[in-house]
């Protein structure tokens, strides 16, 4: 498979990326002598880390790397945090025209897995804080 992005090193020690449509030459020493493919990636992002990780001094990369995974984990695990936040999840389960159901609300739940609270009671801090108000028995319309 011919991948779009790849992480080309050079004999001077330099990687660097480059479409595979382009001409190679080192973007540090200028060669066209020294340079081989080392990987392929599909999309620019991918190719982004891996020549800043090619890049690193060998000397600190093991320690940089693990600080950049780490910062990562915590970055994914508060995002997470998020997603289960209770407004954010009544946001989630309200439909193109604003409105709010319980069963719906009840889908979102389950599919965060969260079984801690119920959407009833979700719905009744919503309401009794001014945030909804009841269009049915069991719809609900966002008021701000």
């Keep these: ?20 449509s382009r001409v190679n030459y080192c973007t540090k020493c200028g060669s066209t002598t020294n340079i081989k493919n080392v990987t392929g990636f599909e999309n620019a992002e991918k190719l982004s880390v891996a020549v800043s990780t090619a890049n690193i001094p060998k000397e600190i990369s ?22 289960s936040d209770p407004f954010n999840l009544m946001k989630k389960a309200t439909d193109i025209d ?5 069963l719906s609300l009840d889908e979102v739940l389950i599919s965060e897995g969260i079984s801690d609270t119920t959407s009833e009671h979700l ?21 701000s």
């Design 62 to 83: 093991d320690e940089l790397i693990e600080k950049i995974q780490k910062k990562e984990n915590k970055h994914k695990s508060s995002s997470q945090n998020k997603s």
């Design 123 to 143: 719905i009744g801090q919503a309401e009794m804080q001014g945030l909804l108000t009841r269009v049915t028995q069991n719809t609900w319309n966002w008021l």
């Design 98 to 102: 604003g409105n709010l159901s319980k």
């Design 1 to 20: 498979m011919a991948y779009k992005f790849n992480l080309v090193n050079c004999g001077c020690g330099h990687s660097f990326g480059t479409s595979g």
